[in-house]
């Protein structure tokens, strides 16, 4: 069993950053493949990006340029850095891992983006 906590979410300024995080539990940390996903009011769920064990990344077109995924496996943790966030950011992320064939989910963190 895997669990995942995501923390670093909160109400933010058009323009602004935001750092999400996701610690997990495990001692095979650095082989979990790790995603974001969110998911908005009324929206089916979309992948924001995702992080191979290998430290390959893809992101969605939406957020290129703007969202950096990253891994730091010495604390079993795989961050989201949002930059020039805009008010269609906002939506509740979502951290998932796949771990020997299994699937993951997170509780989720809000990210609100308005003036």
């Known amino acids: 069993q895997v669990q995942l906590v995501e923390s670093g979410g909160g109400l933010v300024q058009p323009g602004g950053s935001l750092r999400l995080s996701c610690a997990a539990s495990?001692?095979?940390?650095?082989?979990?493949?790790m995603r974001w996903y969110r998911q908005a009011p009324g929206k089916q769920r979309e992948l924001v990006a995702s992080?191979?064990?290998?430290?390959?990344?893809n992101y969605a077109d939406s957020v290129k340029d703007r969202f950096t995924i990253s891994r730091e496996n010495a604390k079993n943790t795989v961050y989201l850095q949002m930059n020039s966030l805009k008010p269609e950011d906002t939506a509740v992320y979502y951290c998932?891992?796949?771990?020997?064939?299994?699937?993951?989910w997170g509780q989720g963190t809000q990210v609100t983006v308005s003036s």
């Open positions: 998932h891992a796949i771990v020997q064939s299994r699937s993951y």
């Open positions: 495990g001692s095979i940390f650095s082989l979990y493949a």
């Open positions: 992080i191979s064990s290998s430290g390959s990344t």
